[in-house]
């Protein structure tokens, strides 16, 4: 029986399937539970080899729950994670995000309101929001007032309460009459804003009327203004803090056009995935035949069709020679949210062609120096089909990945928002003379007619900062850290979740010595019921110490961003540095996580045992990983490019309108790249 294994396993073993990430597992099944012929390479590298066991059948069924507190903390992180999801949403309001509101909270625009006829949005200083905070809390920290229209001149309180006062009520706050006020104490309290400067609304925010001329920004004309306090300004500042308000709007505008687009072609975009999903079908059937000639063609088609990308980016390039504007650089074009601007630059052609060009080459030499290792993983991918043509179910479960990957970076979305939008406006006593509740919190509506006003008659109730003094406000970014951290952490679990289930049905397949009578009836199915029986506290460990890696990511880049304008370049060094080593870190990771769960889904030892094992494995064979992984990675992404980039020429044709017998079934979109992205 023993020789008859060997005999089997000698022919059928040494070509046994390449089945990576995702979809197949890598090169660790293949040397998990080493064969007789495995045995002299082995022994005496590092750690200790796995001895070659006759009887052993693939997974083994009988195995225990592997790191248990783990799988409780999961729980408890993710019960927490739902809380701070409740109280976001019944703290926040996505409104303020579409919809312009001001200091009081009451949306611009809105029927029925005081602010009915008055849709605009006006800052008392828009310099005040060139501030990081910008981007997180979605506000700016200034007085924000509901107008029916724009300033449109520069003019300061000063000016105004001598030439034009009645003009420049409309931008101080509702309820406003300075008969009794010199113009410092309106400055003082807050009523007006210090100057207004030439505006143009823009998503009914009033923004600086910015313009260029000879390549120097103005505002209105001028290049410097009087800020109201007797300073001289240059417009750069009113600039600089209208791109970080309007940040949020550009953004927004964006996430519609794009909505829109989605509503006009999703049936476009389901007939592309459809495609894609047959042509891949088809495509891994082939393989399972004629695995050979197939991936020769392939490789054939890939060069043709990078070949013809960049003839076609020449041909774009020469096109736009002479044309007005064509020379503008990306650079001093800038960002723009009409994407389609870009094809007008011949630049851009230039570097689409460029990138294409170094592509090619770098296949072909990939090609002449692997040609012969080409050989050895074709017929890996053959036996890999012939797995797959066992499980076909294999095929489809991504998707069911995809969308558990969906439903957590929804989740994330949304409470982002809503934490977000859960700032209120902040009102709070000033007075000059001694009064005891100076400081305090108040509501302006009622501030009249309460007891701080009679004790206080000078006190007034102005705006303080955005934000609020609950717990809930006081800890609000440590909610929104959680929330990204939580989010890295089931997302990394699910797609482990993935690869552990997809590594045990394959290791079925791979240990069955007669197939398909040795396999389990539902290979998939069964793998999928130990990882989440047994190995959910196994899973919750690897990605949580993932997790950990990126959330430290995300601070270091959050950091990068506040150190921009510093001049420390020892600090700047020494974060470049440390993002570079943890972005090692988190590929090692990745790396170290997938073929550890291999080893959970075979032998079912807890994650640590699992991870050593792995590593070790890795070390003893690193020649066969090199060899097997890498290039089989290369081929298998060769015959992804080759569908990716034929559909998405496809698409690309038949968006811009250029296939002449279908052009008016053609959708009009905001960015025909839209659906293209998502067909491919």
């Given amino acids: 029986m023993a020789g008859g294994e060997e005999n089997y396993y000698g022919k059928h073993g040494r070509r046994a399937m390449l089945l990576c990430r995702a979809e197949v597992l890598p090169v660790t099944l293949l040397s998990a539970h080493p064969l007789p012929w495995q045995q002299e390479e082995a022994e005496g590298r590092a750690g200790t080899p796995q001895k070659y066991d006759p009887t052993f059948k693939g997974p083994i069924y009988d195995r225990g729950c592997t790191d248990i507190i783990c799988c409780v903390l999961l729980m408890v992180a993710v019960v927490g994670y739902v809380a701070v999801g409740v109280v976001a949403w019944s703290q926040g309001d996505p409104r303020k995000v579409i919809y312009p509101t001001d200091s009081r909270g009451q949306f611009c625009g809105q029927t029925g309101t005081p602010n009915e006829k008055k849709p605009f949005l006006f800052y008392f200083n828009i310099m005040k929001c060139a501030s990081p905070s910008v981007l997180l809390e979605f506000q700016c920290p200034t007085t924000q007032i509901c107008v029916e229209k724009c300033p449109d001149r520069y003019l300061t309180y000063l000016q105004a309460s001598a030439q034009n006062e009645e003009y420049y009520k409309q931008f101080c706050v509702p309820g406003f009459k300075s008969l009794k006020k010199s113009p410092p104490e309106v400055l003082r309290d807050g009523d007006c804003p210090a100057m207004i400067t030439p505006s143009r609304p823009l998503a009914r925010r009033c923004l600086p009327a910015i313009s260029a001329k000879k ?35 550009e953004a927004r505008q964006v996430a519609m056009k794009i909505f829109e687009d989605y509503t006009v072609s999703w049936y476009w975009i ?15 059937v082939l393989l399972r035949f004629l695995a050979g000639i197939m991936v020769w063609v392939m490789i054939v088609l890939v060069i043709l069709v990078l070949g013809y990308g960049i003839f076609h980016c020449y041909m774009e ?20 949210t009409d994407f389609r601007v870009y094809l007008h630059l011949r630049q851009t052609w230039l570097a689409f062609m460029i990138i294409l060009c170094i592509t090619e080459v770098v296949i072909i030499l990939l090609l002449i120096f692997l040609r012969k290792r080409i050989l050895i993983a074709i017929a890996l991918i053959k036996e890999a089909s012939r797995a797959i043509g066992h499980i076909m179910t294999s095929l489809l479960f991504p998707l069911c990945t995809f969308f558990l990957v969906c439903l957590c970076i929804a989740y994330w979305a949304s409470t982002a928002v809503f934490l977000s939008t859960s700032n209120e406006a ?38 303080a900062f955005y934000g609020g003094e609950t717990a809930y406000h006081k800890y609000l970014i440590v909610f929104q850290i959680y929330n990204t951290f939580m989010f890295f952490w089931l997302a990394n679990f699910v797609i482990g ?43 919750a460990f690897g990605s949580l110490i993932l997790a950990v890696v990126q959330i430290i990511r995300v601070l270091l880049e959050y950091l990068d961003h506040r150190l921009k304008a510093a001049e420390n370049r020892f600090a700047k060094f020494l974060l470049t540095c440390m993002k570079c080593c943890f972005w090692c870190l988190e590929k090692f990771i990745k790396f170290l996580n997938r073929n550890a769960y291999i080893m959970i889904a075979i032998y079912g030892t807890n994650f640590c045992t699992s991870a050593r094992n792995a590593f070790f494995l890795l070390m003893r064979n690193i020649i066969r990983v090199a060899v097997l992984d890498k290039v089989t990675d290369f081929l298998l992404f060769l015959g992804k490019l080759l569908i990716v980039g034929s559909v998405g020429i496809l698409a690309f044709f038949f968006f811009t309108q250029r296939i002449k017998l279908i052009q008016d079934s053609t959708p009009s979109l905001n960015y025909y790249w839209v659906p293209i992205l998502v067909g491919i």
């Fill in 270 to 284: 389901i007939l592309g995935l459809v495609i894609s999903m047959v042509v891949s079908l088809i495509f891994i």
């Fill in 426 to 463: 902040i009102y709070k006593v000033f007075n000059e003379t001694e009064c005891n509740h100076s400081g305090t919190t108040c509501n302006p509506e009622t501030f009249n007619t309460s007891n701080i006003a009679k004790q206080c008659p000078d006190a007034r109730c102005l705006f």
């Fill in 497 to 539: 979740l993935g690869q552990v289930t997809l590594a045990g049905a394959f290791a079925s397949y791979y240990w069955a010595f007669k197939k398909p009578d040795d396999m389990p009836a539902f290979p998939l199915f069964s793998s999928f019921g130990r990882a989440l029986r047994y190995h959910t506290g196994s899973l």
């Fill in 317 to 336: 390039y020469a096109a736009l020679k002479g044309q007005a504007g064509s020379d503008v650089s990306l650079k001093d074009l800038g960002f723009q």
């Fill in 215 to 249: 390549g120097v920004i103005m505002v209105g004309n001028q290049t410097i203004f009087d800020d109201g306090r007797g300073h001289q300004r240059n417009v750069t500042d009113l600039v600089e803090g209208a791109k970080k308000a309007n940040v949020v709007l």
